[in-house]
């Protein structure tokens, strides 16, 4: 595996990644990892393809910062609408991360972990995929990829690293992440380049971030909990 630098992980420098044929970026061994699985996957009459792979630091910070400023909505653990005028500062914080990551501390920053989904049975659903959690569980059109994943990731060296909630992000049973190198990276994250980052930059709220970065990272980034 080259090298990673900070700029890497924190979504600043996406030279380390290879474009794939539909537009998604990777790691060159998660790429490899990920056609495996999906050859395998095919076998199985399964159509894994990607929804959402790398994403750099200025996307992030755009979400966040929407998100802020109440242009997006935020949602509860159940899915319901927040009143974003009534909730201070930390209630904000938390509202976001419960379903998008802090800018330069998103695991899509890395070019090992992506979204995935069953395109054909979408596609035959005649709907439009939501990433929401009814979609991968009893008849929802990812169901079965859903299950494949749960029983073959391992096998392809991946793994779901919001397969639970814990306190943390919101439970996604979409979200995969190649282990071998997720697991170096969270190992090597720099705290302190991110908190310099972070204040440099234009994230609104960051006078409430940066005070607990190191428990937004442990608890959301890593998932961790509570």
């Known amino acids: 595996m080259r090298a990673l630098n900070i700029n890497h992980i924190m979504g600043l420098d996406n030279s380390h990644l290879l474009a794939l044929s539909d537009g998604h970026f990777l790691l060159p061994e998660v790429k490899t990892a990920f056609e495996k699985m999906q050859a395998a996957a095919a076998e199985a009459y399964l159509d894994l393809q990607i929804c959402s792979s790398y ?7 755009s979400i966040w910062n929407r998100k802020w400023k109440g242009e997006l909505p935020l949602y509860t ?14 209630e904000k914080i938390h509202a976001i991360m419960l379903w998008s990551a802090l800018p330069g501390a998103s695991r899509h920053h890395w070019g090992s972990d992506l979204d995935f989904y069953d395109k054909q049975s979408v596609e035959r659903a005649n709907t439009k995929l ?43 049973p979409w979200h995969i992440s190649y282990k071998p190198i997720a697991e170096k990276i969270q190992q090597e994250f720099d ?36």
């Open 55 to 61: 994403r750099n630091f200025e996307r992030q910070l």
């Open 77 to 90: 653990l159940e899915g319901e609408l927040l009143d974003h005028s009534q909730l201070s500062d930390d």
């Open 191 to 226: 705290i302190d380049a991110l908190r310099k980052t972070l204040s440099d930059s234009e994230l609104l709220g960051k006078e409430a971030v940066l005070p607990q970065l190191n428990e937004l990272v442990l608890r959301y980034t890593y998932n961790k909990g509570v």
């Open 130 to 172: 939501e990433l929401v959690p009814s979609e991968y569980e009893n008849d929802g059109p990812c169901a079965r990829l859903s299950d494949f994943i749960d029983l073959h990731a391992a096998d392809f060296g991946f793994y779901l690293p919001y397969a639970t909630y814990v306190g943390g992000v919101a439970r996604e």
